[in-house]
């Protein structure tokens, strides 16, 4: 798949809030996850390697504790990058009902997805 491909499938899979069969479709095995410089550290920070980012998809889903609104926007392309915005409304085990928006910015390599960053306020 080209990077437009890939962009529309993940977009299509986020909306649907498979996860799993999106990091399984579409990302490389050393791919790279990364959060926010003061998040990088701990459970919920940086990952390498897709079996890592599963396992840090899979405790993020268990801290969900109901998803009231999940908002994917279309993919913008430039290149092998591409990004969307996200916003997922929440209620999470211990923390109540939040409201996440953040900018997720993707590479793609070889037809899969190599790195994803991303960008929210603390």
Known sequence: MNTEQVAKRLVELRRQRNY???????FARDAVNI???AMSGGPMGNATGLDAIKEKGRQFGEMVEAVHSNEVSEPVIAGNWFSVAAVMDATMKGRGRVTMREVCVYHVRDGKIDREQFFYDM
């Open 35 to 37: 959060e926010m410089e």
């Open 20 to 26: 799993t069969q999106a990091h399984e479709e579409l």
